[in-house]
């Protein structure tokens, strides 16, 4: 039995079109703590805005809820593709995402996926972590101060800084790099300009094109972090308006004409 019976920090698995049956590991905890604000985040309503990093939750109680759910689950290791740090907020506040990944690392064989808002790759602790992680994408929503300012509102960073902490990480990163782009309306021209001469310099592995198709939770509720949450009252969910499928087609087609770099995204 868990040492708490209030929060598990194991869920899932979560069906993810990107990384396939996805164990999900929360390293934030009750209190969804971010350094963004996503205007589309599933999770509702962020309690704790923040970009200080402390220990939310312990190393030893996901080593615990890790290897209970191994032990419980029979053939676990058959059930899911990888292992995704994500849940309740922004991972890398974690003080132990290196102690965290390196223990999940010691009981699973599947790769290791980290999902950031990359707010703190200024910082070299963080980046060094990260290393350890087999694949790591970086949610990049935005390329102008305007769009990251109304999407993404976030905490004490502005656009210049984030796009060279990120350019930073991806010259140092050796495993697979992945750039997550969350599309809630048709890009200006200059936008996508601005967003492939920054994909030529970072050279990613590949670029997701994304759409808000899970809904967003009126209130803050765990549940959230699943793909249909069912604890959750459908009123308390709030669907928002995706584009239309051959916009993502056409933004598809140009990055990949003029980076290289394979893009994808998700079918209707």
Partial sequence: ??????????????????????????????????????????LGVIERHSRKREIFVPT????????????????AEDAIDVVTLSGSGEPTLALNLREIITTIKSISHRPVVVLTNGSLLNQSQVRSALMLADRVA????????????????????????????VRTFSDEYSGHLAFQTMILSAWSIDDKARYIS???????????????????????NLEARENAPRAISPSELQALTCVKGDILESFSALIEQSTGIQTRYPLP
């Fill in 1 to 42: 039995m868990l040492k708490t019976q209030l929060f598990n920090p194991v869920y899932g698995p979560v069906q993810s079109w990107r990384y396939g049956r996805s164990l999900g590991i929360d390293p934030i905890g009750t209190c969804s703590t971010c350094s963004f604000d996503c205007v589309y985040c599933q």
């Fill in 138 to 165: 970086i949610k990049v929503d935005a390329v102008s101060e305007d769009l990251f300012q109304r999407i993404n509102r976030p905490v004490g960073i502005e656009i210049d800084h984030f796009l060279e902490h």
């Fill in 198 to 220: 920054f994909l030529n310099n970072c050279m990613p592995d590949e670029v997701q094109l994304n759409l808000p198709k899970r809904p967003k939770s009126r209130l803050r």
């Fill in 60 to 75: 030893d109680l996901i080593q615990e809820a890790l290897a209970q759910y191994y032990s419980e689950s029979g053939q």
